[in-house]
């Protein structure tokens, strides 16, 4: 791990995962389609991860751009998607700060999807997003927002949230968008099979790893994730919180 990068323990949780949210590719697919990409369309994606998103977007609609994580392992592996799905000449995949970076050129399409914390929240990320866009361009963001209510501190805290207004619920992430000056225009949301598909993939390769590696200095932290998330997904995440990519343009 260089200075610049997340810890092992991201790379092992999402292990062979492509996607490293709560969506599954008809999801990502729904999503490229209701925004009405069209070719040659320009594309900013900020914590791209392992680059699903651009490399499919590429394939299927035509589009181009950059993607910009701070994993080393995952931008590797964003860019061996590129030349797998034949595309690397249109997308092209940067290790580094997402926060700090502003495109050369403005762009029609400005994404972070599922990583608000590098602004903040999402006024922040709303203004990251806005330095690389061209007037009139659209923002993608993935954000979690509370399905119901959460009763207690306990249930606010198994969905990994640090206090109850650190999530909207939906109709006050809708609000939150119009407050920051934009129109929400398209969304799609991740359900509770799609949760399920992302959540329980990170227990399968914790087991297999943990299999495989007993002895590694991280065993002991992977095993008491592996011991408690279960519970902890089908008691509180997948009934109380939700996930989706919400498309926005300027007022």
Known sequence: MTALDLPRSFVIREG???????????KLATLGRAIKLAPGTSILDLCSGKGE????????????????????????????????LGVADRVRFVHGDAATFVAEAPVEVAACVGATWIGGGVPGTLEILRRSLRPGGMALVGEPYWRR??????????????????F?????????????????VEMV??????????????????RRWLDA???????????????????????????YLGWGVFALLPR
Do not use: K, M
Request: aromatic fraction near 8%; hydrophobic fraction near 35%.
């Open 16 to 26: 062979d995962l492509r996607i490293l949210n709560p969506f599954d590719a008809g």
């Open 53 to 84: 998103l651009l490399c499919t977007w590429a394939r299927d609609h035509a589009v181009t751009g950059t993607g910009v994580d701070i994993s080393t392992a995952f931008t590797a592996a964003a860019r061996e998607r590129a030349v797998e």
């Open 149 to 166: 209510d959460p009763p207690d501190a306990e249930t606010v805290a198994g969905c990994h949230a640090r206090s109850r207004d650190e």
């Open 168 to 184: 909207q619920d939906l109709p006050g992430l809708a609000r939150l968008f119009g407050e920051c000056g934009w129109d929400l």
């Open 189 to 206: 949301l991740a359900d509770q099979d799609s949760w399920d598909r992302y959540a329980a993939a990170h227990w399968l390769n914790l």
């Open 213 to 239: 590696h007993p002895d590694d200095e991280l065993a002991g932290e992977l095993r008491q994730e592996l011991t408690e998330d279960p519970l902890r997904h089908v008691r509180y995440q997948r009934e």
